[in-house]
């Protein structure tokens, strides 16, 4: 599997409106109707999978391997938030990325998310128990 040549410094920029399936009340993370923390997660992570996807080739993927939240702050219904992913670190087949989340100028959550490069049809084979 040849990997490709990533540098630090890659990033990419997602946004969501927070809308009721967002909150800790719709997801069971909590009983208020804010951001919920494991959208958050979600956000940050869709934000490293956009980082890389369109340099990734063609049978290859990224998985998560490990993840840090820290939930800085609630967010209410209707504001939009950011989240911004840069790659902090390469490591062999193993992507560090840095994600900040952040609703206007304030700092939501900062997510600390690995994700690891694999042959994609291996690892649903695998998943699948072929």
Same mark, same amino acid.
């Given at each position: 599997?040849? *990997? ?16 009721? @399936? ?5 997801? +069971?993370?909590? #009983? ?25 080739? +063609? ?9 840090? !939240? ?6 209410? *219904? +209707?504001?939009?938030?950011?989240? *911004? @992913? ?9 992507? !560090?990325?840095?994600? !900040? ?11 600390? /998310?690995?994700? !690891?490069?694999? #042959?994609?049809?291996?690892? /649903?084979?695998?998943? *699948?128990?072929?």
């Amino acid at each position: 599997m040849q *990997l490709p040549d990533f540098s630090p410094g890659l990033s990419a920029r997602v946004e969501l409106t927070v809308t009721d @399936a967002d909150t800790a009340q719709a997801l +069971g993370s909590g #009983d208020v109707p804010v951001l919920a923390t494991p959208r958050v997660l979600a956000l940050a992570e869709v934000a490293t999978v956009a980082a890389t996807a369109r340099t990734l080739p +063609g049978g290859l993927t990224t998985v998560g391997k490990r993840a840090e !939240v820290e939930h800085r702050a609630a967010v209410p *219904l +209707g504001h939009r938030v950011t989240a *911004l @992913a840069t790659l902090t670190k390469v490591d062999g087949r193993t992507l !560090v990325f840095e994600v !900040v989340v952040r609703d206007g100028e304030k700092t939501v959550a900062e997510v600390r /998310i690995e994700r !690891v490069m694999l #042959d994609r049809q291996r690892f /649903i084979a695998k998943a *699948l128990g072929d």
